[in-house]
């Protein structure tokens, strides 16, 4: 059973990482060596989409919230992982707000 | 020019009309006299939906953000008087919660 | 291996899909009965949008797009089996149209 | 007033957009010369993004259909006029799949 608190965290957890994620996406298209950034730039896109749809499915109280939270938290975690290579500002934001709402979609999920 | 602080207070003001938009038409769905609610469910939907769009608009600094929150101000104004019709908890807190969002699209499209 | 035919199979199906999906939703919110359509609105909504996120990923070539395909196809197969118990020709159609695509997506995410 | 045939003719050409672009958009993503393509990576992404939400729009009947589409057909222009510069296959066939979904929006917006 999910409570409503922890559905708001990750809700909450989401949105902090669209944000991230949208700002990385453009900031690596604005990049010196964007030859380095293609991973990033694909992962953030679809990063940022699938929080989107995560909280349309939680926030509509979706019977999916759950399988779309667990697909959620796998392509947070590949995002975070991949961002993590880079030192730049927006992608170091970007990781450590993907690994924070992996561990809420992996909550969720359970 | 548009301000970060703008931006950001205009991205937050979306997220909280998406929650409160896609937390009304789930309950309007489940509304013992539905057939009134029919414009509030479909306003709710298409309102939760442009402010999904303005948000990846704003975080992405599309080009195109200052037209896309001119219309999700028009949408929300609508969702707003729609929703104010109702004595629902949930409509009450989704009209507040559109005049709110349209109120700072409206500020962003100027 | 994912043949390029299957996935253009796949992308048609999932069109084909939202389209009756979003009719369906426009049409039994009309409905005089709509009391009895509540299930039907609410999946016709989840099916047009997990499509539409389907069709992103085939035409991106998400590394994701196989369990995106996944999930669409059991989302489908709950519409289909909703919609199927209504005699709304938008109903029936739209059952029609959420098998064919269930059947694309399962072979798709094989 | 807008036809069946006029609105299932935009809503075809978007569906054909949406496929061109996120084509463009993988494609460009893995280009040699990806130094040349930032412009074109992020329009493809908008345009591809602004076609979903007009062929949800056209399919759920929403009144706000015509200004969507209008929004949509500028999109449209511009992705086909930054596409239009590159010799890619995938960047030629995306200009010209933008060039015709952008004068079908253009007919239902008027």
Redesign the interface.
């Given at each position: 059973m999910i409570s409503t608190e922890e559905r708001q965290r990750c809700?909450e957890a989401c949105?902090e990482c669209?944000?991230a994620c949208?700002?990385c996406?453009?900031s690596c298209?604005?990049e010196e060596h964007?030859?380095m950034m293609?991973e990033c730039?694909?992962l953030d896109?679809?990063c940022?989409?699938?929080c989107?749809?995560a909280?349309?499915a939680m926030?509509?109280?979706?019977p999916?919230m759950q399988?779309?939270c667990e697909?959620c938290a796998?392509?947070c975690e590949d995002c975070a992982q991949e961002c993590g290579k880079h030192q730049h500002d927006h992608c170091q934001r970007c990781a450590e707000a993907c690994r924070h709402c992996a561990e809420a979609c992996r909550s969720m999920a359970a």
């Open positions: 809700i949105m669209v944000e949208n700002n996406y453009v298209l604005g964007i030859d293609r730039i694909r896109r679809e940022a989409d699938i989107q749809f909280i349309k926030s509509s109280n979706s999916y399988q779309i697909l796998q392509i």
